[in-house]
């Protein structure tokens, strides 16, 4: 069965300061890892996914995860928070060869910014 | 493109009730699937359509949950009768058949059962 597990609740920064989100997910094949923000009273947006290739993806408002094969994670990171950056960030995975199945979600985890 | 719309943004019922949410994916997207997250947890998958067929209805949690998806068009998913434990907020998404691979979601419907 796949599972993602974020296991930070809540994670505060201050504003300029880099952030990491993690995520470390279990699949029985190749991952198709996926992040997403939810913005208060907003629906899930779209970050930035890996499929294949470099372990480095890049995504939207300068957000970027790290693919690490090894240690099965997939942490979201950006050089220098904002705190419009402030959200609710979800993790989701997918079985590469499952077709069009269902992701599975982390529990979420809440980014404060601080000025 | 105009993105997932959903309906009601809110919905509050009392427990005994019906309540219907109604989810209208990007024109074109065969997949369609609804999911839910309770209050704290884990965003959980309910079912996926694939154009009007029911592809995986695995996540719905009894039969008091029935979801249709007329035409292959938009999908509504009736909660008869809802109980305390139904509250969350129902996210519909949707996803071309082929090609690119991310699921876009729909703002979802708070529903609360008092």
């Known amino acids: 069965a796949q599972s993602v597990a974020q296991p930070e609740d809540q994670v505060n920064v201050a504003e300029g300061n880099p952030l990491t989100v993690k995520c470390t997910y279990s699949v029985s094949g190749n991952p198709y890892l996926f992040w997403y923000v939810q913005y208060p009273n907003r629906g899930l947006q779209f970050l930035l996914k890996?499929?294949?290739?470099?372990?480095l993806v890049k995504g939207s408002y300068g957000f970027e995860a790290e693919f690490n094969k090894s240690q099965t994670s997939f942490h979201l990171k950006k050089p220098s928070a904002l705190v419009s950056d402030s959200a609710l960030y979800f993790c989701?995975?997918?079985?590469?060869?499952?077709?069009?199945?269902?992701?599975?979600f982390g529990k979420g985890t809440r980014l404060s910014v601080i000025a | 493109e105009a993105g997932v719309t959903q309906f009601p943004s809110h919905s509050v019922i009392e427990k005994g009730q019906t309540v219907t949410l109604r989810c209208d994916p990007i024109?074109?997207?065969?997949?369609l699937y609804w999911y839910r997250r309770v209050m704290g947890k884990e965003i959980k998958f309910l079912l996926h359509?694939?154009?009007?067929?029911?592809?995986?209805e695995s996540g719905m949690p009894n039969n008091r949950f029935l979801a249709e998806r007329t035409g292959g068009t938009y999908s509504t998913l009736k909660v008869q009768p809802a109980e305390l434990e139904d509250s969350g907020v129902y996210f519909c998404?949707?996803?071309?058949?082929?090609?690119?691979?991310?699921?876009?979601f729909g703002p979802g419907t708070r529903l609360t059962v008092t």
């Open positions: 024109s074109g997207h065969d997949n």
């Open positions: 989701a995975v997918r079985d590469s060869n499952s077709g069009n199945t269902p992701l599975v």
């Open positions: 359509f694939v154009k009007e067929s029911k592809q995986d």
């Open positions: 890996y499929i294949t290739g470099d372990n």
């Open positions: 998404a949707s996803s071309p058949l082929q090609g690119r691979r991310e699921q876009y």
